[in-house]
């Protein structure tokens, strides 16, 4: 489901794009250093524009550090990464979020991996889940929830969105302070994004399956590319407008690309994917 929030890098300026990647190759060694090779495997872009978002709002008040490690997959040049709480924070709620997201995986498709990933992982989230008990209960409910609306054949779109919302948004509320509700609308919109993005993006793949997707009933309406397009539009102008009602300084930038151009970048190789798909149809008339 993850995996949408990511950067458009040819937009960014070289010094913002280094940064970037400072954090995502830290998050995935924070990820090693906490939970071994189990824990790199768990790494998405969408925890580090999670991490970034804290490094930037509560910047100076917790200690952050750089360094240059040589990394076993680009062994000629070493990276610069930062190690810091918010990326410890980012590692703990990957987990969490990687235990309930391969359980999915496993009930849906049955996939041998996803089963391995869960064992391999499950005493580490039993852990956390006395460390975060908020956040691992937002996300076992949100599993829940989802598992029972989807048997039950619910219709409504935005409902359906609202849970991954407001389970992503519990989890950005890292500290629940007076940040709290800004943070908790930010990853509510961005939770209803990535609901529906996926939605599309697997419309095709859950038709063939058999399996619950929320679009079906609506792909046969004439505008419903265009449709799709307003949700996806309207719900990523909410996230941006309350982002922007937070104090932001540092990297305001990168996390700015990331919510006006990256997360669209998915969407564009859907839909022309899906284009070209209709054009080779036609042809075959």
Not at 117 to 146: C, D, E, F
Not at 241 to 256: A, K
């Amino acid at each position: 489901m993850f995996g949408y929030v990511v950067i458009n890098e040819p937009e960014l300026k070289i010094k913002d794009y280094k940064k970037y990647k400072g954090v995502y190759c830290g998050l995935c060694q924070t990820l090693k250093r906490k939970y071994g090779p189990a824990g790199q495997i768990c790494l998405n872009n969408d925890m580090t524009f999670m991490a970034l978002l804290h490094m930037s709002l509560y910047e100076g008040e917790l200690p952050c550090k750089e360094r240059d490690y040589r990394c076993k997959l680009h062994p000629m040049k070493k990276q610069h990464i930062y190690e810091n709480p918010h990326l410890d924070y980012a590692a703990d709620m990957t987990l969490i979020l990687s235990y309930y997201l391969a359980q999915d995986h496993w009930k849906d498709d049955r996939k041998i991996s996803a089963l391995a990933q869960m064992r391999t992982i499950r005493g580490k989230v039993r852990k956390l889940s006395h460390i975060y008990p908020r956040q691992w209960r937002a996300v076992k409910n949100y599993v829940y929830r989802l598992e029972a609306a989807e048997r039950s054949g619910e219709k409504d779109l935005d409902k359906l969105a609202g849970l991954t919302g407001t389970m992503l948004g519990e989890l950005f509320n890292w500290k629940d302070d007076a940040w709290a509700e800004m943070l908790k609308n930010v990853g509510f919109y961005l939770g209803k994004f990535i609901y529906l993005m996926d939605a599309y993006e697997d419309l095709e793949k859950d038709i063939q399956k058999g399996h619950f997707n929320p679009l079906i009933p609506y792909k046969q309406r004439e505008n419903f590319e265009d449709q799709v397009f307003a949700m996806l539009d309207l719900m990523m102008a909410d996230c941006a407008r309350h982002f922007e009602q937070l104090p932001l300084d540092m990297d305001v930038e990168i996390l700015r690309n990331i919510l006006y151009a990256g997360v669209w970048y998915k969407y564009m190789k859907v839909r022309k994917g899906k284009n070209k798909t209709e054009e080779v149809k036609d042809e075959s008339l």
